[in-house]
């Protein structure tokens, strides 16, 4: 669904939802239980990416309550990376559709019914931008439900009936920000979850495929494409996804990638069939054997995870890949400026972010539900120059030969 229609949605149905909801939970406050909750909701409709940053939270409620048993509700287009994550039991992955409005509507229906029958006593609300996720939080029957809140401050109505609140912190990254809700859970203060963020375990876990099939997939881009048998694959990934508004410029990736073409490595596009038009704009410029194009060539996100497992570096736009590398081997530079680092950068020690940080920077908030106030002339891009970009690439290069120490994920509950 277009972008701007859903926030048109949450703007005018879901706040007068909100406001029922809420008058509803004044007159009829419900029961909350003393004892450890049996049964927990996840609710995360976010990017794919925000999974991959929600794993410290899923740790800690697994190590807080290893006795309960773990739903999530996402997107249907995100449940492949939470099966990768392997943080729940399949049968207790709920997804809604979200290509039109009638099969969002209906799967959130459909959706409604199975929460009824979880019956959960915890519903954990991790989205920041949406209204629709806090009124599922409320449908689902949850006597604890936790979320986030702006409490005085303005922005993120999203009802009164989230009764263990969170204060979003736009200064703390938001993998803290999602241990705090569970926190929430059994605090009294006010705020709740008051707690020191300096001892968080912000991890990530590893993606580690069995060898038999890093070299399947390498097999078939070998055979597909000969030039990364005889050359060092780069990968760059030019799309800004459906906030284009975060991509670093196309002509940047074209100056770096003809730069990188001249050093001797093989280069590759990365991304959706959709982005072939940005694929074909970067190979055109280029006019190189040595450069290929690889958007729509992965058929799963698995297999994108492979490909990390076989190419020196990543170069990508703020995004689900940048996240993705952050559980393989694969040396990464990530750009920010429209959303920051400091709040959503990957915990990969092989990562390196290029954020220059203008009075502007980030623009994408909680605050504006993500609709950036920018005319397009992203300048927290455009002052990140292809040649230092290129200096540090080469840099890293160097490095992806030495096998970085990682953490595995648990294993499924």
């Known amino acids: 669904m277009n972008l701007t229609f859903l926030r048109s ?3 005018l149905v879901g706040i007068w939802i ?8 004044r007159i009829f406050p419900g029961k909350e239980s003393s004892n450890p909750p049996e049964k927990i909701l996840v609710i995360l409709l976010s990017e794919m990416g925000s999974l991959v940053l929600a794993y410290p939270m899923f740790q800690r409620l697994k190590e807080k309550y290893p006795e309960a048993s773990i739903s999530v509700l996402l997107f249907e287009k995100n449940r492949e990376m939470l099966e990768i994550l392997g943080v ?3 049968e207790n992955i709920l997804t809604i559709r979200d290509q039109s409005l009638r099969s969002f509507l209906f799967d959130s229906l459909r959706v409604l019914l199975k929460m009824r029958r979880f019956a959960a ?3 954990v609300d991790c989205e920041l931008f949406a ?15 936790a979320g986030f809140s702006p409490y005085s401050q303005e922005g993120l109505y999203r009802g009164s009936f989230i009764n263990r609140p969170v204060l979003y912190n736009p200064y703390q990254h938001i993998s803290r920000q999602y241990l705090t809700l569970v926190e929430a859970l059994e605090s009294g203060t006010v705020p709740t979850g008051k707690r020191v963020t300096r001892d968080d375990r912000l991890e990530t876990p590893n993606f580690d495929p069995h060898p038999s099939d890093v070299e399947k997939m390498v097999k078939r881009l070998c055979r597909d494409f000969p030039v990364c048998h005889e050359r060092k694959l780069v990968l760059i990934y030019p799309s800004g996804g459906i906030l284009p508004i975060r991509a670093w410029p196309m002509d940047y990736y074209r100056i770096l990638a003809a730069a990188l073409l001249d050093k001797g490595f093989a280069v590759g596009v990365i991304g959706l069939g959709s982005d072939k038009p940005l694929a074909r704009k970067i190979i055109d410029h280029c006019g190189s054997s040595n450069i290929i194009d690889l958007t729509g060539y992965t058929r799963s ?12 570096l990543l170069i990508t736009n703020d995004g ?3 996240q993705f590398a952050a559980m393989t081997p694969i040396q990464t530079i990530i750009f920010f400026g429209p959303e920051s680092p400091e709040l959503y950068g990957s915990h990969s020690r092989n990562a390196h972010f290029f954020y220059t940080g203008l009075s502007c920077s980030p623009c994408l908030t909680a605050y504006n539900h993500r609709n950036s106030p920018c005319d397009g002339d992203n300048q927290c891009l455009k002052r990140i120059a292809p040649e230092q970009v290129f200096t540090k690439a080469l840099e890293m290069i160097q490095k992806s030969s030495a096998p970085p120490a990682r953490i595995t994920a648990y294993g499924q509950l």
Not at 18 to 25: A, P, R
């Open 9 to 11: 949605i949450d703007r």
């Open 18 to 25: 909100c406001k029922g909801l809420s008058f509803y939970s």
């Open 88 to 90: 729940v039991r399949e």
């Open 121 to 123: 006593d915890v519903a």
């Open 131 to 145: 209204r629709i996720s806090s009124i599922l939080s409320f449908l689902s029957g949850a006597g604890i439900r």
């Open 301 to 312: 996100i698995r297999e994108l995870m492979l490909l990390f497992h076989h190419a020196v």
């Open 320 to 322: 689900g890949p940048g």
